[in-house]
C-alpha cells in the first residue's frame, strides 16, 4: 500500500471516450437531461484495473514521477476506488483544472444558468464523501495543486472544512517533494506555496510520466513568450523540450495501450522558436517523430498570428498538414481570438498579433482562418467577454468578426471575463448581467456553434464501431439545445437575423 495517493474527481478521472474536446462538456451546467446521463456523455469511467486508471491527468502523472523518482512510494487512484487504498496513505494529493468553476467555460455556464457546474458539483461530491472525511479524521494530510490550486484562495472556507493542509500554486516539480516528506513525517506544513517563475523548474528537473497519460496528452514545452494581460501562463519561463524526452513519453503510453495523443504546449506552432515565427523544420520533425507512435494527433493549443506567420513564411502549416493527415482527415486545436477589436487587443494582449499589427487582428483572425481550413485544422475558438477596459464598440466589433467567421467550421466559445472579487461571493454564478449586445454576440455564437457543430460532428466520430454507436447521443444532444434555443428565441438561422447586422462578406462560403 503507497504511501502517497493521488486522485481527483470523476470528471477529472476520464478520457471523455477518448475525445480530449467532450471534456469541455463537464464544465457546463447539468441542464436538459439528468447529471448522469452528463457525466456519461463527457466524463464515463475511466478504464481501470483495482481502481488503478488507465489513464490519468497529464499534471498528476507528472507529480507522480517526480515522486517515484524521488522514491517515494506513490499511487494515482480512480476516486471510485479510494477506499480501497487510503486507509494506509498518509498522505493524499489532488489535482484538478477547475475545482469550483471559476474557469472560464464554467463560470460562463454558470453565470447564464445561474447554477454550479458539473465539475465543481463533482469534486464536492469526492470531498464530502465518507471515504474522504475518514481519513481526514484519521489524520491524513491533504496536498491540492494543479492548474486551478488559485481557486481555493477564494474558498478558504472549504480548505478548513475539508481539512485542505496545503495548496501550491504554480508548477510542482520543486517543491511536491519536500512538501510530501514533511507530510510523511508530520511536520509542519505551509498552508499557500506560490511557485513562481523564479522557481520554475529545468527541462532537466521535469520528470518524465511513468503511466498513460489522458488521450495521450505529452507537453513539449511550457511557458508562452506573448504575455497577455488576462493569461497566468505569461508568467512561466519559456522552456522546450528536446526530442529525447519527448519520445520517452510518447513511448510510455504507447506501451501503455495509448495510439492517439495530444501535443501539449501553448502555442504549438512556436515549439522551438524564440520569436513570434514557427521553424518549421522543427515542427516537421516534431511531427515525424510523434507519428511513429499516434496514429492520430491533435494540439492543445495554437496561435492564430505564429499559424498565418508560418504559412507565409514557408508553407508551415501545410507541410506539417501533410504528415499529420496521413492517418486522419483533420486535427483538432484550441485557439484564442478573444476580442475582434483592434482597441481592446492593444491592451490585453499586445502581442498576440505580433509579428503582425494588432490593428491588423481581426484580418489576421479571417487570413488564418482560411489558412487552417484549407490544411484541414478544425478549432476550438474563444471569446473574453466582460473585460474591464470593454466597450459597446468592442463587443460590436467582435460580432463583426464572428460574423466573418459565420461559415468556418469551428466551435466559438464566448467566455465571461470574471472579477476575481465576484468569487468571495458564494454565489457568484448568478452575479454577471449581461448587457443586450453582450446579448447579441452569445446569441451569434450559440448560432455559428449550432450549424457548425454538426458539421463537425460528422467527422467527430467516424473512426470506429464504438463511435457509431455512441454518436447518435451527442447528435441528439446538439438538435435539443436547438430546439429549446429556438423555441427561446436564442438562435438565429441567418445573419440578418441578428439585431446588430453589418452585413459582412462572409469568405468560408
Ligand atoms: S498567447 Fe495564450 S498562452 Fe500565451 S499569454 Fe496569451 S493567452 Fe496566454
Redesign the pocket.
Known amino acids: 500500500m503507497a504511501d502517497v495517493i493521488i486522485t481527483t474527481d470523476r470528471t477529472m478521472m476520464s478520457n471523455h471516450h477518448g475525445k480530449e474536446f467532450l471534456g469541455f462538456g463537464a464544465t457546463g451546467v447539468p441542464v436538459l437531461f439528468p447529471e448522469k446521463f452528463w457525466l456519461y456523455l463527457f466524463a464515463p469511467k475511466m478504464k481501470n484495473k483495482k481502481g488503478i486508471p488507465w489513464q490519468a491527468s497529464y499534471g498528476i502523472r507528472k507529480i507522480e514521477a517526480k515522486l517515484l523518482d524521488s522514491g517515494i512510494d506513490t499511487l494515482v487512484v480512480d476516486p471510485d476506488y479510494l477506499d480501497r487504498y487510503i486507509d494506509n496513505a498518509k498522505v493524499l494529493l489532488l489535482s484538478h483544472h477547475d475545482y469550483f468553476g471559476f474557469g472560464p467555460p464554467s463560470s460562463t455556464f454558470a453565470s447564464i444558468f445561474k447554477e454550479e457546474p458539473l465539475n465543481a458539483r463533482s469534486f464536492a461530491r469526492l470531498m464530502e464523501s465518507d471515504t474522504v472525511r475518514r481519513a481526514k479524521n484519521r489524520g491524513i494530510k491533504i496536498i491540492a495543486g494543479g492548474p486551478s490550486a488559485w481557486q481555493w484562495n477564494y474558498r478558504k472556507d472549504l480548505m478548513d472544512k475539508w481539512g485542505i493542509d496545503t495548496v501550491v500554486d504554480g508548477e510542482g516539480e520543486k517543491i511536491v517533494v519536500d512538501l510530501v516528506k514533511k507530510a510523511i513525517n508530520n511536520e509542519e506544513l505551509p498552508r499557500f506555496v506560490v511557485m513562481n517563475n523564479k522557481d520554475a523548474p529545468t527541462i532537466e528537473e521535469i520528470s518524465e510520466i511513468k503511466h498513460a497519460s489522458v488521450n495521450g496528452l505529452i507537453e513539449i514545452m511550457r511557458g508562452?513568450?506573448?504575455?497577455?494581460k488576462?493569461?497566468s501562463?505569461?508568467l512561466r519561463a519559456l522552456r522546450f523540450y528536446p526530442y529525447e524526452k519527448i519520445e520517452k513519453e510518447l513511448q510510455v503510453n504507447y506501451r501503455e495501450g495509448v495510439r492517439s495523443g495530444i501535443l501539449h504546449a501553448?502555442?504549438v506552432p512556436l515549439y522551438g522558436s524564440l520569436d513570434y515565427i514557427p521553424k518549421t523544420e522543427k515542427l516537421i520533425k516534431l511531427h515525424e517523430l510523434t507519428k511513429k507512435y499516434y496514429k492520430t494527433i491533435a494540439w492543445s493549443?495554437a496561435?492564430l498570428a505564429a499559424i498565418l506567420a508560418g504559412e507565409k513564411n514557408d508553407k508551415m502549416l501545410t507541410r506539417v498538414s501533410e504528415i499529420i493527415k496521413k492517418d486522419q482527415d483533420w486535427w483538432g486545436a484550441e485557439i484564442?481570438i478573444?476580442t475582434g477589436s483592434p482597441r481592446l487587443a492593444e491592451i490585453i494582449?499586445p502581442n498576440?498579433a505580433k509579428p503582425f499589427e494588432t490593428k491588423n487582428w481581426p484580418d489576421v483572425v479571417v487570413e488564418a482562418a482560411g489558412v487552417m481550413q484549407d490544411a484541414g485544422l478544425v478549432p476550438a475558438m474563444t471569446l473574453i467577454v466582460g473585460l474591464p477596459e470593454e466597450t459597446e464598440e468592442d463587443v460590436i466589433k467582435t460580432i463583426e468578426l464572428v460574423e466573418r467567421l459565420w461559415d468556418f467550421k469551428a466551435i466559438i466559445m464566448p467566455m465571461f471575463f470574471v472579477p476575481m472579487g465576484i468569487l468571495k461571493n458564494k454565489d457568484w454564478y448568478r452575479a454577471y448581467e449581461l448587457t443586450d449586445t453582450q446579448q447579441e454576440l452569445l446569441k451569434l455564437c450559440l448560432s455559428h456553434g449550432v450549424r457548425q457543430g454538426k458539421r463537425i460532428l460528422r467527422n467527430y466520430f467516424n473512426e470506429h464501431l464504438y463511435y457509431y454507436l455512441i454518436y447518435p447521443f451527442y447528435w441528439s444532444f446538439i438538435e435539443t439545445i436547438e430546439r429549446v434555443a429556438k423555441r427561446k428565441g436564442y438562435l438565429i438561422s441567418d445573419l440578418s437575423e441578428l439585431k446588430i447586422n453589418k452585413n459582412k462578406a462572409h469568405p468560408f462560403s
Open positions: 508562452c513568450i506573448r504575455g497577455c488576462f493569461c501562463v505569461t501553448e502555442d493549443h496561435s484564442g478573444e494582449m498576440k
